[in-house]
Protein backbone atom coordinates (compact mmCIF):
# COMPACT_ATOMS: atom_id res chain seq x y z
CA UNK A 1 0.00 0.00 0.00
CA UNK A 2 1.22 3.50 -0.91
CA UNK A 3 1.24 6.26 1.28
CA UNK A 4 2.45 9.72 0.96
CA UNK A 5 2.70 11.85 4.23
CA UNK A 6 3.60 15.66 3.41
CA UNK A 7 4.52 17.58 6.36
CA UNK A 8 6.72 21.11 6.74
CA UNK A 9 3.32 23.83 5.62
CA UNK A 10 2.73 26.52 8.32
CA UNK A 11 2.55 30.48 8.29
CA UNK A 12 5.75 32.50 7.09
CA UNK A 13 5.48 36.29 5.91
CA UNK A 14 6.73 37.42 3.06
CA UNK A 15 10.37 37.07 1.93
CA UNK A 16 10.59 34.08 3.76
CA UNK A 17 11.60 29.94 3.65
CA UNK A 18 10.00 26.99 4.31
CA UNK A 19 10.99 23.33 3.77
CA UNK A 20 8.11 20.74 3.06
CA UNK A 21 8.58 16.81 3.29
CA UNK A 22 6.62 13.93 1.78
CA UNK A 23 7.60 10.55 3.57
CA UNK A 24 7.01 7.56 1.41
CA UNK A 25 5.76 3.97 2.17
CA UNK A 26 5.04 1.26 -0.39
CA UNK A 27 6.92 3.41 -3.21
CA UNK A 28 10.24 3.64 -3.67
CA UNK A 29 10.71 7.21 -4.49
CA UNK A 30 14.44 7.04 -6.44
CA UNK A 31 12.70 4.82 -8.99
CA UNK A 32 9.24 6.62 -9.81
CA UNK A 33 8.59 9.70 -11.13
CA UNK A 34 7.40 12.64 -8.01
CA UNK A 35 6.58 16.25 -7.74
CA UNK A 36 5.01 18.68 -5.69
CA UNK A 37 2.03 20.05 -6.59
CA UNK A 38 -0.10 22.63 -5.37
CA UNK A 39 -4.00 23.98 -4.83
CA UNK A 40 -4.96 27.33 -4.03
CA UNK A 41 -8.58 28.48 -3.38
CA UNK A 42 -10.77 28.47 -6.51
CA UNK A 43 -7.61 27.60 -8.80
CA UNK A 44 -6.86 24.27 -10.33
CA UNK A 45 -3.94 22.16 -9.43
CA UNK A 46 -0.90 22.86 -10.70
CA UNK A 47 2.96 21.61 -10.92
CA UNK A 48 5.72 23.19 -9.06
CA UNK A 49 8.10 20.72 -9.16
CA UNK A 50 8.84 17.28 -10.40
CA UNK A 51 11.85 15.20 -10.43
CA UNK A 52 11.95 12.40 -12.26
CA UNK A 53 13.77 8.59 -11.38
CA UNK A 54 16.84 10.39 -13.18
CA UNK A 55 16.92 12.97 -10.83
CA UNK A 56 15.99 15.49 -13.55
CA UNK A 57 14.08 17.89 -12.44
CA UNK A 58 11.41 20.58 -14.10
CA UNK A 59 9.56 23.61 -12.63
CA UNK A 60 6.91 26.18 -13.55
CA UNK A 61 8.11 30.04 -14.31
CA UNK A 62 6.04 30.95 -11.58
CA UNK A 63 8.78 28.80 -8.64
CA UNK A 64 12.35 29.06 -11.17
CA UNK A 65 14.73 30.23 -9.02
CA UNK A 66 12.86 30.14 -5.47
CA UNK A 67 11.78 26.53 -4.95
CA UNK A 68 13.92 23.51 -5.45
CA UNK A 69 12.88 19.57 -5.38
CA UNK A 70 15.18 16.68 -3.73
CA UNK A 71 15.21 13.93 -2.44
CA UNK A 72 17.01 11.36 -0.16
CA UNK A 73 16.50 8.15 -1.16
CA UNK A 74 18.04 6.63 2.75
CA UNK A 75 15.05 8.04 3.90
CA UNK A 76 12.84 7.59 1.03
CA UNK A 77 11.83 11.18 1.37
CA UNK A 78 11.07 13.93 -0.76
CA UNK A 79 11.51 17.54 0.12
CA UNK A 80 10.64 20.95 -1.49
CA UNK A 81 13.05 24.07 -0.36
CA UNK A 82 10.89 27.14 -1.39
CA UNK A 83 12.71 30.15 -1.00
CA UNK A 84 11.66 33.76 -1.48
CA UNK A 85 8.16 32.83 -0.45
CA UNK A 86 5.59 35.11 -1.75
CA UNK A 87 1.78 35.50 -0.86
CA UNK A 88 0.91 33.92 -4.07
CA UNK A 89 2.39 31.04 -3.19
CA UNK A 90 -0.36 30.17 -0.55
CA UNK A 91 -2.03 27.30 -1.20
CA UNK A 92 -2.00 23.59 -0.01
CA UNK A 93 0.79 21.56 -1.38
CA UNK A 94 0.53 17.79 -2.35
CA UNK A 95 3.29 15.32 -3.23
CA UNK A 96 2.46 13.03 -6.26
CA UNK A 97 4.40 9.60 -7.10
CA UNK A 98 3.55 7.69 -10.20
CA UNK A 99 3.84 3.95 -10.27
CA UNK A 100 3.04 2.25 -13.71
CA UNK A 101 1.02 5.13 -14.68
CA UNK A 102 -1.01 5.07 -11.67
CA UNK A 103 -0.84 8.23 -9.59
CA UNK A 104 -1.02 8.51 -5.71
CA UNK A 105 -1.65 11.45 -3.71
CA UNK A 106 -0.87 12.84 -0.08
CA UNK A 107 -2.78 14.36 2.27
CA UNK A 108 -1.52 18.02 1.59
CA UNK A 109 0.26 20.59 4.05
CA UNK A 110 -1.03 24.06 3.88
CA UNK A 111 1.19 27.06 3.56
CA UNK A 112 0.21 30.77 3.66
CA UNK A 113 2.14 33.35 3.05
CA UNK A 114 1.39 36.71 4.64
CA UNK A 115 2.41 39.82 3.28
Known amino acids: QVQLVESGGGLVQAGGSLRLSCAAS????????MGWYRQAPGKQRELVAG???????NYPDSVKGRFTIFRDNAKNTMYLQMNSLKPEDTAVYYC?????????WGQGTQVTVSS
Open 26 to 33: GIIIGMNR
Open 51 to 57: ISSFGVT
Open 96 to 104: RGQVSSVDY
